[in-house]
């Protein structure tokens, strides 16, 4: 569904990715590895659209959607909710910027609210949430218009166990719809459980890339 070809990324004088080509497909986990400054967030932020100014081409072979905003759903290494209000406020304002409203838009929040594990607390303030469920918020904040494919950087950093298995098994549904996921972490023990192929990334290139199994075996 998606393909890169020679993606490079320069900041003044910093060369953050350098050459990179990798192709993504529907119903699977991609897990994306390498230390700190390696490139990742830069590689993820390229593919949502977050960053445009880069050389090489990224191309959506599924010309199915209008455009990447409706494609992708981009949840961020930092929670980016609003603490003051209900997580149902949080969804409503998040789906209203994907387009979302009236029926839909209340059916898809209820959908979400039960993914994430929080149906019997979307009216409580965000405030009062724990850290992992203000994770589990912010990845359904990302999850309303049913986006095709999900970038999650480091979603797990800090979160309990059990809304660490409410977002592996997000995961495993979102497969089974079909959806591409690329997930973004330091954890190898996770990349094993979830991901069918990994990209092991360093200085801002390719170090290793391909299939969890065969990688392990390497
Ligand atoms: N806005 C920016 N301006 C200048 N340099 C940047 C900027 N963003 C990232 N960098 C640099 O680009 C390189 C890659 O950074 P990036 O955040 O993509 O790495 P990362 O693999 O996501 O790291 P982490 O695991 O710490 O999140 C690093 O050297 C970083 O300092």
Request: charged share 25%.
């Amino acid at each position: 569904m998606l393909n890169l070809k020679s993606v490079k990324k320069q900041y003044e004088r910093n060369m953050a990715l350098n050459d990179i080509s990798l192709n993504f497909s529907r119903g699977k986990c991609y897990g994306l590895v390498g230390p700190n400054g390696a490139g990742k967030t830069t590689l993820l932020k390229i593919i949502s659209s977050i960053i445009q100014d880069f050389d090489g081409s990224l191309t959506f072979t599924e010309a199915s959607r209008a455009n990447s905003k409706e494609i992708i759903g981009y949840i961020p290494q930092e929670i980016c909710l609003e603490e003051t209000v209900t997580a149902w406020d949080n969804l409503s304002f998040f789906g209203k910027i994907y387009g979302l409203k009236g029926q839909t838009l209340k059916l898809r929040i209820n959908e979400v609210l039960n993914d994430i594990g929080l149906t019997d607390k979307a009216k409580h303030k965000v405030s009062a949430y724990s850290g992992g469920m203000k994770r589990r918020l912010n990845i359904g904040c990302a999850l309303l218009h049913t986006p095709d494919l999900i970038i999650m950087d480091e979603p797990t950093i800090g979160i309990d166990p059990q809304s660490r298995r409410y977002i592996f098994n997000m995961i495993e549904k979102l497969k089974e719809h079909g959806c591409a996921i690329i997930y973004a972490s330091h954890y190898m023990e996770e990349i094993e459980q979830i991901c069918d192929e990994a990209i092991f990334i360093d200085k801002g290139n390719i170090a290793e890339n391909g299939r969890v199994d065969v990688l392990l075996q390497k």
